[in-house]
Nanobody, 114 residues
Framework: VQLQAFGGGLVQAGGYLRLSCAAS????????MGWYRQAPGNQRELVAV???????TYAESVKGRFTISRDNAKNTVYLQMNSLKPEDTAVYYC?????????WGQGTQVTVSS
């Protein structure tokens, strides 16, 4: 499974960005897709994930601001990020889980200026 992430960039606080991640390869094995992030000096943390059936899980820090969605026909997962805060600044990684395997995309930088 290969994951290619798009989006990210520099935005002012209060602004919005949309990330997308397209999966290719043995996609039939994927049941969960989502996003993690890692800020400098911090561990990688879950942002939001979504199952094949549309069940979502969000980090408390992004609830009400971020929305994860998935287009199974396009094998793509999206992360709409609204009301961005400087503390959302991080490298965002696309993630997919299939069986006992976990796959990672290349990461995309999100920078929120105050």
């Amino acid at each position: 499974v290969q994951l290619q992430a798009f989006g990210g960039g520099l935005v002012q606080a209060g602004g919005y960005l949309r990330l997308s991640c397209a999966a290719s390869g043995s996609i039939f094995s994927i049941n969960i897709m989502g996003w993690y992030r890692q800020a400098p000096g911090n561990q990688r943390e879950l942002v939001a994930v979504i199952s094949n059936g549309g069940i979502t899980t969000y980090a408390e820090s992004v609830k009400g601001r971020f929305t994860i969605s998935r287009d199974n026909a396009k094998n793509t997962v999206y992360l709409q990020m609204n009301s961005l805060k400087p503390e959302d600044t991080a490298v965002y990684y696309c993630n997919a889980v299939g069986g006992s395997f976990r796959y990672w995309g290349q990461g995309t930088q999100v920078t929120v200026s105050s």
